[in-house]
């Protein structure tokens, strides 16, 4: 079956602080993708990045970057420098081969940041 | 490109009536569209998947005879809530996902539509 675990249900941090946020599949497919969406008071869910499961490289977007690790089944996000418009939950899903789009989604972690 | 939009964004129905919600997908022909439905400080949570010409896959525990699918076009989804009751009011979410070949597996989601029930 697959699985995705966010086990951090809020986070507070302080503005300019760096923070990762968790988390944690399973799944028995060997061809799967892994994403990150951000979801503001608004609701829209704000796509962030994309993985498959063949690719470990380690990505940097600004002040996003994403650590993917196939031995530990992880795919953490940190934020560095964080600021107060990156308050918002944060969602990370998983989906199994192409073709088959449903997507695992966590329960998601709430980050505050504060001024 | 990839954007899909929902309509209406936000209503406020009485009990009893019936509210219609829309989702298209704007610049890509979706075979498959999904229906989500989240909680104040929840998940979302997958209420069905509609493909398009055929009938709605409900997840388990949804009524299907509460919240009508159809998937008349490429483009287009609508979710139908029956008779509505306070306990349906939410924040529903659809997405589409890309027509075949993509070499990912992506849903694009709606900006969501808040139903408020009185």
């Known amino acids: 079956a697959q699985k995705v675990t966010q086990a951090q249900t809020e986070i507070s941090v302080v503005e300019k602080e760096d923070v990762t946020l968790d988390c944690v599949y399973e799944t028995r497919d060997t061809t799967y993708y892994l994403f990150w969406y951000k979801q503001p008071p608004s609701g829209e869910l704000v796509f962030l990045i994309r993985?498959?499961?063949?690719?470990?490289q380690n990505e940097i977007s600004g002040r996003y970057s994403w650590n993917f690790q196939k031995s530990t089944s992880s795919f953490n996000f940190t934020i560095t420098a964080s600021q107060v418009v990156d308050s918002a939950v944060y969602f990370c899903a998983l989906s199994g081969p192409s073709g088959t789009y449903k997507y695992i989604f966590g329960t998601g972690t709430r980050l505050k940041v504060l001024a | 490109g990839a954007v899909v939009s929902q309509h209406p964004s936000w209503v406020i129905c009485k009990s009893g009536t019936s509210v219609k919600i829309e989702c298209r997908s704007l610049d890509f022909q979706a075979t498959t569209m999904f229906w989500y439905r989240q909680f104040p400080k929840q998940s979302l949570m997958l209420m069905a998947t509609?493909?398009?010409?055929?009938?709605?896959?409900?997840e388990q525990g949804v009524e299907k005879d509460k919240f009508l699918i159809n998937h008349a076009s490429l483009t287009l989804s609508t979710l139908t809530v029956t008779s509505a009751h306070p306990e349906d009011s939410s924040f529903y979410i659809c997405?589409?996902?890309?027509?075949?070949?993509?070499?990912?597996?992506?849903?694009?989601f709606g900006p969501g539509t808040r139903l408020t029930v009185l």
């Open positions: 509609s493909n398009e010409g055929s009938k709605a896959t409900y």
């Open positions: 993985r498959n499961s063949f690719d470990e």
């Open positions: 997405s589409a996902g890309s027509l075949g070949g993509s070499s990912y597996n992506e849903q694009f």
